[in-house]
């Protein structure tokens, strides 16, 4: 494992029941010399309740989404037991998609192999466990696979296939 310090701008797209997770992901990359800088929202309880009323326009929130989006280099999706149904975590991943970010899914730390969100399963650029060393890789661009929580191979999968022109 790499102890060289490097700067990774991120947004980590999660349940935001997953908030704790996202501060223990970004700490284990900090204990391997990552200083992952995260720009994700991250919801107070009174705006939480705001957000769970719908008192919040849909539109505020992905202009808002967008534009923190904009600044990572890489959308990072904790996948957890209820992240695939997530409607706002599947709207990330296809804006991650729409800006061209490169979209890295790691297990939540001893997950399950659980449902994947429908456009991460469209669009990862690799899926990876709960490793510091392949996070990081998969964030830079060195790991392109897709690895089941354990860490072994998922079996193959037929991908839709197009004709450049």
């Not at 929202?41 to 919040?56: F, S």
């Not at 061209?100 to 449902?115: A, M, N, P, T």
Request: aromatic share 6%; proline share 4%.
């Amino acid at each position: 494992m790499s102890t060289e310090s490097t700067r990774r701008h991120v947004f980590i797209s999660h349940h935001h029941k997953d908030d704790a997770t996202v501060d223990k992901m970004t700490k284990l990359l900090e204990k391997h010399g990552s200083d992952t800088r995260n720009s994700s929202i991250r919801a107070k309880p009174a705006n939480q309740e705001r957000l769970d009323r719908g008192l919040v326009k849909a539109a505020t929130i992905q202009r808002l989404l967008r534009m923190k989006m904009s600044w990572a280099g890489a959308v990072v999706v904790i996948i957890g037991k209820e992240t695939h149904l997530r409607p706002w975590v599947n709207w990330e991943i296809q804006e991650a998609e729409r800006q061209g970010k490169r979209i890295v899914g790691v297990w939540e730390e001893g997950g399950k192999d659980y449902q994947l969100p429908t456009n991460l399963d469209a669009y990862a650029d690799a899926i990876v466990g709960w490793q510091a060393d392949q996070i990081m890789g998969a964030i830079d661009g060195k790991i392109n696979n897709w690895r089941k929580p354990d860490g072994s191979s998922p079996p193959p999968r037929s991908i839709k296939r197009i004709t450049c022109q």
